[in-house]
């Protein structure tokens, strides 16, 4: 039964996390400025370079991005190339999301993403054949494979089947072989700890003859000698940089990869301190190195060493095209592959529903002490209940909580834009909104009066943190929920949910939060009007909620928003899966466009339901599925431009309705979609939106 791996499945999630978090700071550094700096990296050293230490990481949304084919296409075993290759599509916002925009012939996955946007579909799209042997053989068909070989537990055949297609979509020839090879070894390490035993049963899925003497190459000179330096020392001058052409080819990557797997043994510090310290793909490499010996070695592995965990609290970023995923966490992403594992092989298991459950060994999701000023705070420590007990609960241990001095704990619901790296693109869409209904069951462990109080942080029109309290809720030490409606922000973005423990009388003691969870559209989510507060900056802010596709989004000196793009499908969308039935209402402008209008149920931006205005004379309801546009609907309707038009577009259940002026004119049903995120989409020109409404039941 799959349910048994859950753990591992959680500890391989952390594992590509916590490698990549070591390895960022250093990448692209050569291996000798790491040795002058760092001697070893052997714990985080973002600080010390000034970078944050949660990040956007292709490394990170890629492997938890394209692993959503899997889901996406209903957990078909026989899943093919092109559905990956559709994936990237979807969820891949051109030159700002996942990938290194290194330029067409540069950059394996830039060139390969070109080629599928111009129509040439996986496995061609990263085929030898179209983009030459060099290009095809970077280390990227490696680095985004473990959330789909972590849904095969115990099943390498499947593991590796599914992962050569995935990685195919960009990469070709020995570059698919390693990431099979990988992928077996992860597959493999949930029910096998000894890695000589895995790597001689990982051998059969390799049949490129160079790939088996690097990889029993690399074996050997291990087992000779007992300091990594010498061994690094050895495999440079065959297989490193200055051998193997390209930005990153995968031969010295996944040498190093082996040799920090062999060398760290069943320490599973030492084994990322070797990948992230060897250089050469530093992130990468530590990544796939974690997740392996996170899976092999499981929770007690990764706890035996340093802390790792409670910076990192869980927290990532999967950034795509679907913003409200974006904001993620370890527990949500282990729930996903989780939920993919039991429906490949056909199993039923037990997955909660919430957003924060807080249900595996020491997960805090995000909750961390709050860094805002809310005045004088007591000391305040964060742990998981089932480190001590049999019950998963986030315990907030207070010191000292009494008339005045609170204590404060928040997760992140946006991107703190106070600690982001430019490395790469993060765009992100809140997975909070006013109007929403936070519930949460709390506890405490004391007769004594203690409430908690709920709060969000936000940033206001002028890009300053607010935070506005909930009431307060006295606590008992019986499990008690209660809900919140989120308070209105006046459509500016909430990038922090919180909680705040107050007491009259002196409070030293624990405070329980056993779930939160929020879910549908909100009832009512409004930016109105003119927000510009300055001609010099089109870009505030409460604009940064919106996942834009669209060549230019921006705020607008006359209405609220412009939306323009040159080419077919511009998409402009706010929410998250959690939205299913609700209305969303805009009044826009045209100028020059072939069409325009707004968007429902968008899960990125190839999969949505339209609603537009097209070629001056018709309006139509569509459903787009990745490059098939389905016409649900339409209708003759003459329209101009510069003048207002109030369309409104709604979602419930199956039907699907679009009025113009107050004016329903279509009305349709359609059962392809269920959830997803509103917005605008234009098509080869411009309008500007004066205002945008969701109202959800």
Not at 81 to 96: M, P
Not at 409 to 414: A, D, H
Not at 503 to 526: L, Q, Y
Request: proline share 3%; charged share 20%.
């Amino acid at each position: 039964m799959v349910g048994r791996f859950k753990n591992k499945i959680y500890a391989g999630v952390l594992g590509k996390l916590i490698g990549v978090y070591l390895g960022r700071p250093v990448e692209g550094w050569s291996y000798q400025k790491i040795r002058d700096t760092f001697d070893e990296v052997k714990y985080y050293v973002h600080d010390r370079v000034g970078v944050p230490l949660i990040v956007a990481d292709d490394d990170i949304s890629g492997t938890f991005g394209f692993f959503r084919a899997l889901e996406d296409y209903g957990y078909d075993k026989n899943i093919p190339a092109k559905a990956f290759g559709d994936t990237w599509l979807n969820y891949i916002i051109e030159n700002r999301t996942i990938l290194w925009w290194g330029g067409l012939g540069r950059s394996t996955e830039h060139t390969a993403f070109l080629n599928l946007k111009n129509g040439i579909e996986a496995p061609m799209s990263g085929s030898m054949k179209i983009n030459g042997k060099t290009l095809s053989e970077q280390i990227g068909a490696q680095i985004f494979i473990d959330a789909i070989a972590m849904s095969c537990p115990d099943n390498p055949d499947l593991a590796v089947e599914l992962v050569r297609k995935a990685a195919s979509v960009s990469h070709d020839g020995i570059a698919v072989q390693a990431a099979c090879h990988l992928a077996a070894l992860e597959a493999m390490a949930f029910t096998e700890k000894d890695v000589n035993v895995l790597l001689d049963r990982a051998g059969k899925y390799v049949t490129d003859p160079l790939l088996k003497s690097i990889v029993s190459d690399v074996r050997d000179i291990c087992s000779k000698e007992t300091d990594w330096r010498k061994v690094r020392e050895y495999l440079d001058p065959k297989y490193g940089y200055g051998v193997w052409p390209g930005c990153c080819h995968m031969v010295p990557n996944h040498a190093m990869v082996i040799a920090a797997i062999l060398f760290g043994g069943d320490d599973f510090q030492k084994s990322i301190n070797i990948a992230a310290s060897a250089a050469w793909d530093t992130d990468c490499n530590a990544g796939n190195v974690g997740a392996f010996n996170g899976i092999r070695l499981g929770i007690d592995g990764i706890n035996a060493g340093a802390d790792f965990r409670t910076p990192v609290a869980d927290m990532m970023y999967v950034v795509t095209s679907d913003g409200g995923s974006v904001v993620s966490d370890a527990v949500i992403e282990s729930k996903k592959i989780l939920n993919a594992a039991a429906h490949l092989t056909g199993e039923s298991v037990e997955i909660s529903k919430e957003r924060y459950t807080f249900e595996f060994p020491g997960s805090l999701q995000g909750f961390l002490p709050c860094e805002f000023d809310h005045g004088c705070k007591s000391k305040v420590d964060v742990h998981n209940k089932n480190e001590s007990s049999n019950e998963n609960a986030l315990v907030i241990s207070c010191e000292c909580v009494a008339d005045g001095v609170t204590a404060n704990v928040s997760t992140q619901t946006f991107i703190d834009f106070s600690k982001v790296a430019l490395n790469f693109s993060t765009v992100a869409s809140p997975t909070l909104y006013s109007s929403q209904i936070v519930k949460t069951k709390a506890s405490v462990d004391t007769e004594q009066e203690v409430f908690l109080t709920p709060y969000i942080l936000y940033y206001d029109i002028d890009n300053q943190s607010q935070v506005i309290y909930g009431e307060p809720q006295k606590l008992e030490k019986q499990i008690k929920e209660f809900n919140w409606k989120v308070p209105d922000t006046k459509g500016m973005p909430i990038y922090k949910l919180g909680y705040q423990i107050s007491s009259v009388k002196r409070f030293t003691g624990n405070v329980m939060i056993h779930s939160v969870n929020w879910d549908g559209a909100p009832s009512e989510f409004a930016q109105r009007g003119m927000l510009m507060n300055s001609i010099w900056n089109t870009n505030p802010l409460w604009l940064a909620g919106f996942a834009s596709s669209a060549a230019q989004f921006a705020a607008d000196f006359n209405q609220t928003y412009c939306v323009s793009h040159q080419e077919d499908d511009g998409l402009v969308t706010i929410g998250s899966r959690e939205w299913k039935d609700y209305k969303v209402e805009s009044i826009v402008y045209f100028s020059l466009h072939k069409s325009g209008g707004l968007v429902v149920r968008s899960t990125g931006h190839k999969r949505y339901y339209g609603a537009i205005l097209t070629n001056y004379n018709t309006a139509q309801i569509f459903m787009q599925k990745d490059g098939n546009r389905k016409i649900l609907t339409e209708t003759e309707f003459i329209y101009v431009e510069d003048k207002p038009y109030k369309l409104q577009f709604a979602a419930y259940g199956n039907q699907l309705s679009f009025w113009v002026n107050e004016e329903k004119i279509l009305c349709t049903s359609d059962a392809a979609y269920t959830c997803g995120g509103a917005g605008f989409t234009i098509s080869k020109g411009t309008m500007t939106c004066d205002s945008f409404i969701v109202l959800g039941e």
